[in-house]
């Protein structure tokens, strides 16, 4: 296994913050992928780490501003 990942949505958006402190990152923030008991759709969060980062405690972070108009 090379990468474990997670999802979490509004109104838990915030059950990733052991996750962080565990090493891993957020890779991805959806808008409206989340369906509430209405049926409105609300936020959700990925996170994931990867086997290297986890074997050797070191983090790969994410260039958010990677690519421009």
Do not use: C
């Amino acid at each position: 296994m090379r990468k474990i990942f997670l999802h979490a949505g509004s109104p838990f958006l915030h059950a990733g913050s052991p996750f962080l402190r565990a090493g891993f990152i957020k890779e991805a923030h959806y808008r409206q992928a989340w369906p509430d008991a209405g049926g409105d759709p609300l936020a959700a969060v990925a996170y994931a780490i990867l086997r290297s980062n986890w074997e050797f405690g070191s983090t790969t972070t994410l260039d958010w501003n990677e690519f421009t108009l």
